[in-house]
């Protein structure tokens, strides 16, 4: 068994182990308000039990990464499913430190779940070794990008925390047009994560029956001399076209439920082999992830925030505030180092200039002077408790696109990191 196969079987472990962790820290705290002996004894038993699971998948996860960077010969950070999983396991790293100062076990229950969907995700990508361009063989390229990967890890506790306070505090009972409007910004945060989770649980549905779809596209270019040059371009869709290419025909199309040819072409603005692909799978998450939403909310009979919410009744929402503003004040320091500084300098070897406006290069500055005017209304204005929170939460948004839209939506520099 080759060192990079091996990282595979230590990925899976890391995988479950993180899903029992979190089954774990749901049990610590829901059976807190269940036990009838001594809850505070159950609590602490199996916050234990709950930690050391964490943390061996943390283990595995890190035996993931230094096998695949053995075995391959190069950091694993040079694609979308190797930059992701290391996101995940920062997530990881960055939990671990802060639960490590508060020992609160709440905060696995929602941090595990984020870990779980970040290494989910990042198995939606194709996950050979691939080969590094130029561009990417340098030691910078491994400072820039695991430091400022470290960084919106932090970030994405600071959002856990940011999101479990607004829970905790929202009063679901309550009426008045404030709290209705409380309620409804809370609960949609919870629907756009049952999305992600409904557009993963679809990618891999349709993986495992084996579907796929082929489209071509003419592709005409006009060369420096004012010619014409006609070329085809080939998409392969791996979920049931809903929407095909703009001006495309398909090759091969299996079908699905009598579905044997896409249901409208996606609009000439649109226009690019990959661009009705992307747009085919964002309608296939919003179907996949709005039908598991009707689910839960059929289950429950109630929102999500709503099942939630009582289950933090013994939780100091200032303690969830603190917890959020403390993560973020870590990681914006590192995040400024490994995004802008580490990253300019590497900019510089590779393309000879230390900024150019690409569209990764303006998103992460603007994720960066987000940060800092949070920072700012935190230390200066004494944003605390509900602004900071919705700040917190807001600002992870603005990681994920800098993370995963520029690279999959934005043409650029860093397209690279693609599917």
Partial sequence: MSYVDFSSDAFIVAFFLYCFAFLFYVVTIAGKKWSNRDPEKHEKRWSRISFVTSTLGLIAHLTFFFTRWFGSGQIPTSNMYEFITFLGMA?????????????KPLLGMFSLPLVVLVIAYASVFPQEVQPLIPALSSIWLKVHVTTAALGEAFFAVG?????????????????????????????????????VIGFIAVVFIFRGAGYEATF???????????????????????????????????VEMDSFLGMDKPLFEAPSWMNGINAGRKLNTVIWSVIAGSILYGIIRLLFRKRIGAVIHPLMGDIDPE??????????????????????????????????RFWGWDPKEVWALISWLYYSAYLHFRLSRGWQGKRSSWLAVIGFVVI??????????????HSYAGV
């Fill in 91 to 103: 997530i990881m790293i960055a939990f671990t430190v802060v639960y490590a100062i508060y020992r």
């Fill in 159 to 195: 959002f856990a925390a940011g999101m479990m306070y607004l829970i905790r505090v929202v009063d679901f009972k309550q009426t008045s047009k404030e709290a209705r409007r409380d309620q409804f910004w809370v609960e949609f945060s919870l629907y756009t994560i049952v999305l």
């Fill in 216 to 250: 071509n596209q003419e592709k005409v270019t006009i060369d420096s001399k004012g010619v014409d040059h006609s070329s085809e371009d080939t998409t392969k869709y791996t979920l049931p076209p809903i929407v095909k290419p703009y001006n495309s025909q398909a």
């Fill in 319 to 352: 303690d969830l505030d603190e917890i959020s503003y403390r993560a973020i004040a870590i990681g914006f320091p590192i995040f400024t180092l490994g995004a802008l500084i580490f990253a300019m300098i590497w900019a510089n070897i590779a393309w000879g």
């Fill in 400 to 413: 994920l696109f800098t993370l995963v839209g520029v690279n999959l939506v934005i043409a650029g520099l």
